[in-house]
Nanobody
Framework: QVHLVESGGGLVQPGGSLRLSCAAS????????VGWYRQAPGKQRELVAR???????DYSDSVKGRFTISRDNAKNTVYLQMNSLKPEDTAVYYC??????????WGQGTQVTVSS
């Protein structure tokens, strides 16, 4: 059982920045891809960014050029650097790792609110 713990959320003004962290409870975390998802009130959960075990990244169009996903396998941690934040980025952000169709892990989420 892998435990994922997100941190770094908070209230920020439009145009500001936040860095989210997703810390895993074991080192095998580094052997699998990790995704950051978000869910705004009344909306479906959506994939924001993804990083492979080898460091290849992919982003949704809505955050491309503003968000950067990275990982430090020595620390069992994945980061999401969010710049130029907009009110529409407001959501609960979740860390996810799918090791197989029956072996999926989610963190508890961290709230990001972008408002003046």
């Amino acid at each position: 059982q892998v435990h994922l713990v997100e941190s770094g959320g908070g209230l920020v003004q439009p145009g500001g920045s936040l860095r989210l962290s997703c810390a895993a409870s074991e080192s095998s975390f580094g052997n699998y891809a990790v995704g950051w998802y978000r869910q705004a009130p009344g909306k479906q959960r959506e994939l924001v960014a993804r990083i492979s075990s080898g460091g290849m990244t992919d982003y949704s169009d809505s955050v491309k050029g503003r968000f950067t996903i990275s990982r430090d396998n020595a620390k069992n941690t994945v980061y999401l650097q969010m710049n130029s934040l907009k009110p529409e980025d407001t959501a609960v952000y979740y860390c996810n790792q799918n090791r197989s169709p029956w072996d999926r892990y989610w963190g508890q989420g961290t709230q990001v609110t972008v408002s003046s």
